[in-house]
């Protein structure tokens, strides 16, 4: 195919677009400003037209008022003139002597007629008329049907000349009627009246007829209306319809025959005019005609007046004007158009011919001559040259282009043979690679593998080629990998590189670590992936071990640190951070010799880097200073830690905290010293006691026997008080042991004090005062009368001693305290109260005050700050207040005083009001009944328990001891219905006197008494029937009640 | 050469673009005069026919001007007094420079204005009813020249009534213009003056008057007293016990804003008066005008024959500029003979020989609520007549003369003057 031939098959031409354009754009541009001059000179000269049809309304208006005015002004000179006055009274007397007919009126109608013949045809009015006041019509020219009527008559009260009439009588004004038609003279008539007076008296009316003829010339002057002008006169008919009241050039018969619906669409002008709207424009007229068209009204006719001319005449000189525009216009775009045309055509010719050549080139071709096209000057030329120029490159170039590729074949030949020898090299290296390595395609193929990971994996590397790789894995890993593979393939980010650490599945099915290096390549448009596996599995065991080991460490309860040879710290573990106080950071590359405490000698440390130096273990107590500078005690380890060849190479220190564990150790001995020396005080105090009493009776008997005057006297009386201090210093003795038994009741210590204010008074240093501030609203205890008056007295005592001469203030409060656990850790005995309410006993001195070393002794038995001393009035009163389940708290400061806190629990509430006199509330009076054995080792317990059963009316029977209470259950049991066994007895204890009276009678009611608590007492005897249990010391109440509740079940 | 090719087109068909669409000046507004006495004993009745003006010139304005441009009216005070009116209506002309002037209620400023007007071939529009006997081609009369009100009246009132006609009015040359006429006109049909009787512009002292009345019992009192002096008469006249049914007073220059202004129990209830309008006429053009005036002035407030007429006068005067296309005072006069326009009263138009309205004659009765009754009413619009046929021009001209001389060179007689 040649190149013209190209060319004619291309759908679109540049020359046809050009064409096309450039006469879009002027068909566009001679559219748009043809259509608007068409409508700007439409309208310019229309309205040029309708200001020049206003002139000529206004003239023909002013013509129209004129005429009117003229046929005014002619009448009101003659009702000026006397004669009319004169002839119309003539005339009227005449007439009221028999109207028209009468001969009077006749001659006297006759005397004047001449006259007014000659005013009628001088004025060119159609009749004149004499009319008196009456309304007659007295005298006429022209003697139509109206002559003699009257006015007033209802016939005739609306026509034209007796509203003329009636504005002249009535309003003496002289005016014209409208134009209406007038019966009389059968056709349409105006008439203007004026009043006639003499000597300033009204004496009737002077009214014309005017000629119709000539206002209808007036009207129908139609110069400068052209050929179909025309002027339209109409009045109101009735609220639909106008009437014609003159006629039109178009219909000569229209005046008052012709009428115009209102409401017809057409006419608007004259409709308009007649309700008093002046205008003007372009309208429709009465003959559905486009009309020019002027209106006014006109006051004077009472009508409406419209001048108007079509459309069609009045824009005709411009329609001519507007034709011979459109045919210059169009004959202008057709001589545009060729230029246009031909212009184009010569520009857009070459291009085509060039376009012709080019493909007849590629058509093969190669003789092609554009010289003629090079030769014009422009863009198209130049084009022309250059592509002669580029084709004679072309022919070089194919010269230059056939030995180039001849090279290229030679470069290929030897760079395929490099290629191969490359590719062997490679290949080697990836065969005898240590690393697995896998090439796969993106769909997740095999495309090789070496025999690392045949070897690996335990596949042949033929079971492996063209296989899924995710043969090599875990099943778990197969849905990731392949969504992996799946977003890569999607995706155009840059090449994924990537390590992770994965599990591969042998041929065996065994799962072992890998370390994979991932990198994607992009091999000849094919997107391929290179996997390096490394077996890791040896490597994981050793790590898995190594971490259990530091975790081991690191979690260990004892502190370990670990040094090198030269003893800095390389490692410290959490506990070593916790128990030095120091972090990690700032014990890490230091010694431990900043937690040295400088309470071991040198010889110490030194036998210690001797024995692990040379690789032996060393183990000791050691005292440590601690980062806040506090001492700790730890039993610590020193291991050496040795390498292969035997070298120490550091030191590992396992270290335990053993300062709590010294501290208990010491506290355990301390309270077992005391609680023997209790056993031993307690023991010598009740023996003593025997003895004293022996003593004293012996003393006693020996003076009855005696002369009062004898010298031995005295030395008996010496035994007896030296006896009974010895009695009272065992009694303290027994206190503290706590044996000294004793009986509890509701107990108001704030009335204790007070009852015992003198003999404090007394007992103290005159240089003393007594401070008292005692509670008068103070709960009540639980307690022994005797010792709560021993403890105060022992403590004011102490504290007036230790003021000693000098004056000194001693205070006593009382008062009810609330005690928490914080409170009572600062307590002495604090192991023995729980928290709650508690009643406070405070003594204070102002007196020396106690240093560290007093305090912390005060309490040992036979510790005394005192010449004379015995040391043992503190420890009874720690005895007492622990057997009241109390505490102390002491507050004492060198010089400056002290003050003993003692705290004892409220009492239960049991009934009865509190304050009233002791003992007096616990009785309960005759509630019980029935016998009761009381047995009880000790007799004081015995004598007492049997007064409180008696007093709550039962009988009591006692018994020393458990073998004497079995024997007298065994007697009387059938006569006994409760027991009140002690658990402690000397011959048979409480447990197994229980066991025999279960055997007497197993439904045997035993209530069980203690000074150990009920938990301790009762778990020997769990499940063995016991009815009860109270413990010691108890209140008269508790006891009665127990019994009371227990028998009435 | 490429560049060139294409901005210099471009910037030529710029910058003819930009010449063609640039904005056209403003141009500037029509200057109108509105002089009326804002200040004096005249001001009561003035400021509504002010108000009435501006009223029609906002409503043009509104309404997008006259020929592209606004009317800016330009109000001065005539301060009740005549000689200020003329100093103002020179002022308004020659150096204002307004088109035109809508102004003047007493008849003295007219006849004040009217030289000046007529030395500068100006232009003004009169609102209110007047005796007659003058004509100005510089002047135009809207208001209702005698044989529109006070004939038409006479008439009536003599066939009603009787002709035995008592005369009172204020002292200045309205009154007693109207009186020689109505004095004439009772003479030709047989009827008699009782008596002809003057008060001062703003007197109160009405009881020498009122017991005349009462003495010579008249058929019918027609009365021409202006402005305050109404207020207290009729007072006097209840007082004395003289109703409508005894002896009927017909007003000639107590419209809407004077009855609202009378005192409120019953003073001139059943007694008449003769305008050509009356707010009460029932018509659209007048429904629009009422509620216009009062939406614009407030609703308690009436409107009356001389407002009507002068808002008629601002609306026929825009007419005349539109047909002329021009507010040239020359070109405006030339066809101001040929408007009219559908009234709030009816049809009015210009009578081209007089520069006066055809207008149409009424009398109300003035109802209990202090309103008018329309009772008469002419079929059609009456040609104004400025020189009643009883008279002429010359002897007109001179009975006038003999006032202005008689009251020493002025319009109204001097302030210590009684009767004439």
Known sequence: MNGAAVLKRARRSLFGEFMAVITLIVLLLVAVLGWYAWHAEEQITTHRYL????????????????FINRQIAQVRLLGRMAENSRALEEIAAGFRQGGVDAP?????????????????????????????LDGNIVFTIKHERDFGTNLNDPRYRNNGLAKVYRAAIERMEVTNSAFAFYPPSQEPAGFVATPLFDHGLLVGALAIQFDTKALYEEVNDLIGLGDSGEVVLARRLDGQHLQAIAPLRHDPDAAFKRTFAVDGGLSRPIIEATQGISGMGVATDWRGKRVMAVWHYLPALKAGMVVKVDVDEAMAPWRVVARTLLGVVALGMLLAYLLIYRFARSRTEPLSRLTA??????????????????AINNETGVLADALGKMLAQIERGKAEQQRLLDDLAENNRQLDRRVAEQTAHLRAVIDHAADGIVVIDSDGIMQRVNPAVEAMFGYAEADLLGEDVTMLMPAHYRADHRHALERRRRSDDAPLMLSVELEGVRRSGEEFPLDIHVAEMRVGGERLFLGILRDISKRRKLEAAQRQLS??????????????????????????????????????????????????????????????????QWRAEFVNRRRDGTLYEVDQSISPIKDDVGQVTGFVSVQRDITKEKQQ????????????????????????????????????????????????????????????????????????????????????????????????????????????????????????????????????????????????????????????????????????????????????????????????????????????????????????????????????????????????????????????????????????????????????????AAAMLEDAGFTVLTAEDGAAGVEMFRQRHDEIRAVLLDMTMPRMGGEEAFRHMRQIDPDVKVVLSSGYNEQDATSHFAGKGLAGFIQKPYSPKALQAKFVQLLAE | MGKWLLWLPVSVALLVAGYAFYPQPVPPPIKVGVLHSLTGTMAISEKPVMEATLLAIDQINAAGGLLGRKIKPVVADGKSDPKVFAREAERLISEEGVSVIFGCWTSASRKEVKPVVERHHSLLFYPVQYEGLEQSPNIVYLGAAPNQQILPAVHWAASKWGKRFYLVGSDYVFPHAANWLIAKHLKAIGGTVVAERYLPLGSKAVAAVVADIKQSHPSVVFNTINGDSNIAFFHALRVAGITADTIPVVSFSVGE???????????????????????????????????????????????????????????????????????????????????????????????????????????????????????????????????????????????LQQLYDGWGGQWQAPAAGGRK
């Open chain 1, 357 to 374: 050549a080019s493909y007849d080139y590629i058509a093969g071709d190669g003789s092609v001559d554009i010289s003629d096209v090079a």
């Open chain 1, 665 to 944: 150790r010491e506290q355990l001995e301390h309270t077992q010293r005391l609680e023997s020396l209790g056993v031993l005080a307690g023991g010598i105090a009740h023996d003593f006691n025997n003895l004293l009493t022996a003593i004293l009776g012996n003393a006693a008997l020996a003076k009855m026997r005696l002369e009062p005057t004898s010298p031995a006297v005295e030395m008996l009386d010496n035994v007896e008080n030296a006896s009974e201090r010895a009695a009272a210093l065992c009694k303290q003795m027994l206190a503290y042991s706590g044996k000294g038994k004793f009986v509890v009741e509701q107990v108001n210590l704030s009335e204790l004090v007070e009852e015992m204010t003198s003999l404090l008074s007394v007992s103290i240093s005159k240089s003393v005062v007594m401070r008292f501030d005692l509670s008068p609203q103070l709960p009540p205890i639980e307690a022994d009368v005797a010792q709560m008056q021993q403890v105060v007295m022992n403590l004011v005592i102490n504290a007036s001693e230790a003021i000693g001469d000098r004056s000194g203030i001693i205070t006593i409060h009382t008062g009810a305290v609330e005690v928490d656990a914080d409170y009572i850790k600062t307590t002495y005995l604090k192991e023995h109260i729980q928290p709650g309410r508690y009643v406070a006993l405070e003594v204070s001195d102002t007196g020396c005050g106690m240093d560290e070393e007093t305090r912390k002794k005060i309490f040992d038995p036979f510790f005394t700050t005192k010449f004379t001393g015995r040391g043992l009035g503190m420890s009874a009163i720690l005895g007492i207040v622990r057997g009241h389940h109390g505490a102390i708290k002491l507050y004492s400061e060198k010089g400056k005083g002290t003050t003993f806190k003692l705290l004892f629990p409220c009492a239960a509430l049991e009934g009865g009001e509190q304050g009233k006199a002791r003992g007096e509330e616990q009785r309960v009076v005759g509630s019980g009944s029935g016998t009761v054995l009381v047995v009880d080792d000790e007799e004081t317990i015995r004598v007492t």
């Open chain 1, 51 to 66: 200001i020049n049809l206003q002139e000529i309304a206004l003239e023909k208006d002013n013509a129209i008022r004129a």
């Open chain 1, 104 to 132: 009077a009126c006749r001659e006297a109608s006759a005397r004047h007629r001449d006259r007014y013949f000659d005013l009628l045809t001088q004025g060119g009015y159609y009749d004149l008329f004499l009319i008196d």
């Open chain 2, 257 to 399: 804003p004077q009855l609202a202004a009378l005192h409120h129990d019953g003073d001139a209830v059943g007694h008449y008066a003769a305008w050509n309008y009356f707010q009460t006429i029932d018509t659209p053009e007048n429904r629009a005008f009422v509620a216009a005036f009062k939406q614009r002035y407030g609703a308690d407030r009436v409107v009356s024959d001389p407002m009507e007429a002068a808002w008629i006068g601002v609306k026929l005067w825009a007419d005349a500029v539109r047909a002329v296309q021009s507010g040239d005072t020359t070109l405006v006069r030339q066809i101001i003979d040929h408007q009219g326009m559908r009234a709030p009263e009816g049809m009015v138009s210009i009578a081209e020989e007089s520069h006066h309205a055809w207008k149409t004659p009424r009398i109300a009765k003035i109802a209990a609520d202090r309103t008018f009754s329309v009772v008469w009413q002419q079929a059609d619009p009456v040609r104004p007549q400025p020189f009643p046929v009883l008279t002429d021009k010359a002897e007109a001209t001179r009975f």
């Open chain 1, 551 to 616: 975790l081991a460490v690191a979690h260990a309860e004892d502190a370990i640190f670990i040094t090198d040879r030269n003893g800095v710290i390389n490692y410290v573990n959490p506990a070593y951070a916790r128990l030095s106080g120091y972090s990690a950071d700032e014990l890490i590359g230091k010694t431990p010799k900043m937690m040295k405490s400088g309470k071991m000698e040198k010889a110490f440390y030194q036998r210690m880097w001797k024995a692990i130096l040379s690789g032996r």
